[in-house]
């Protein structure tokens, strides 16, 4: 005889209560204190330049205190609800392989950056709410101080919680020349759960 326990109609809406709530609405994203970018052109066009995102395309990047990308990942997030507790392990996934935490700093020095594209506007959705979410769990995680979140899609970029963006590059623009100083990445790892939930596009 064998026994177990069927999942309650409460326990699913418990599950799906927890979900909703690994989302940062706008409102709560500006009033996190996010640091601004100095320069937020140059920074998205460095990183369109090194990994040239297409739709669904996730590229988490560090910067120094001057803004110097220092290590940087690019993947492909699969088709599935979007939830910030699965985001937050990707992107910290990503970071572990790419670059050594902060942890035994007293105060983040890096930040890392969430650079997104997607289809549709410019305009906030619960997705960019669950990568708002992750993107902050996982540099706390991880030792850095959470940075911007920037959408791509075809009509530009944009700088969710700022106001900030432009219409080049876009979703559909072709990559200009790459410049800055990069850190090479780390070996990348292989294995794990991470690798059963991603596609990885590039990690260059």
Same mark, same amino acid.
């Given at each position: 005889?064998?026994?177990?326990?069927?999942?309650?109609?409460?326990?699913?809406?418990?599950?799906?209560? =927890? *979900?909703?709530? /690994?989302?940062?609405? #706008?409102?709560?994203?500006?009033?996190?204190?996010?640091? $601004? %970018?100095?320069?937020? &052109?140059?920074?998205?066009?460095?990183?369109?330049?090194?990994?040239?995102?297409?739709?669904?395309?996730?590229?988490?990047?560090?910067?120094?205190?001057?803004?110097?990308?220092?290590?940087? =990942? *690019?993947?492909? /997030?699969?088709?599935? #609800?979007a939830d910030?507790?699965?985001?937050?392990?990707? $992107? %910290?996934?990503?970071? &572990?392989?790419?670059?050594?935490?902060?942890?035994?700093?007293r105060t983040?020095?890096?930040?890392?950056?969430?650079?997104?594209?997607?289809d549709g506007?410019?305009?906030?959705?619960?997705?960019?709410?669950?990568?708002?979410?992750?993107?902050?769990?996982?540099?706390?995680?991880?030792?850095?101080?959470?940075?911007?979140?920037?959408?791509?899609?075809?009509?530009?970029?944009?700088?969710?919680?700022?106001?900030?963006?432009?219409?080049?590059?876009?979703?559909?623009?072709?990559?200009?020349?790459?410049?800055?100083?990069?850190?090479?990445?780390?070996?990348?790892?292989?294995?794990?759960?991470?690798?059963?939930?991603?596609?990885?596009?590039?990690?260059?």
């Open positions: 005889m064998t026994f177990g326990f069927a999942p309650s109609s409460a326990a699913s809406l418990s599950t799906s209560a =927890a *979900s909703a709530h /690994r989302v940062l609405e #706008p409102a709560e994203w500006a009033a996190a204190g996010i640091p $601004l %970018l100095r320069n937020p &052109r140059e920074v998205v066009s460095g990183l369109h330049a090194r990994h040239h995102p297409g739709p669904a395309t996730a590229v988490v990047a560090v910067l120094d205190p001057e803004e110097r990308l220092r290590a940087s =990942a *690019s993947f492909v /997030r699969r088709p599935a #609800p910030g507790w699965m985001f937050r392990n990707s $992107l %910290l996934a990503q970071l &572990r392989r790419v670059i050594p935490h902060d942890l035994r700093r983040p020095v890096r930040t890392a950056v969430l650079l997104y594209c997607r506007d410019a305009r906030w959705t619960e997705e960019d709410g669950a990568w708002m979410w992750g993107l902050r769990d996982a540099c706390t995680l991880h030792g850095l101080r959470c940075g911007a979140y920037i959408t791509l899609t075809r009509d530009g970029w944009q700088v969710l919680g700022e106001g900030r963006g432009g219409r080049r590059p876009n979703a559909v623009s072709a990559p200009g020349p790459f410049s800055g100083t990069v850190m090479p990445p780390a070996p990348p790892r292989t294995g794990g759960a991470a690798s059963e939930v991603l596609r990885r596009v590039a990690a260059r």
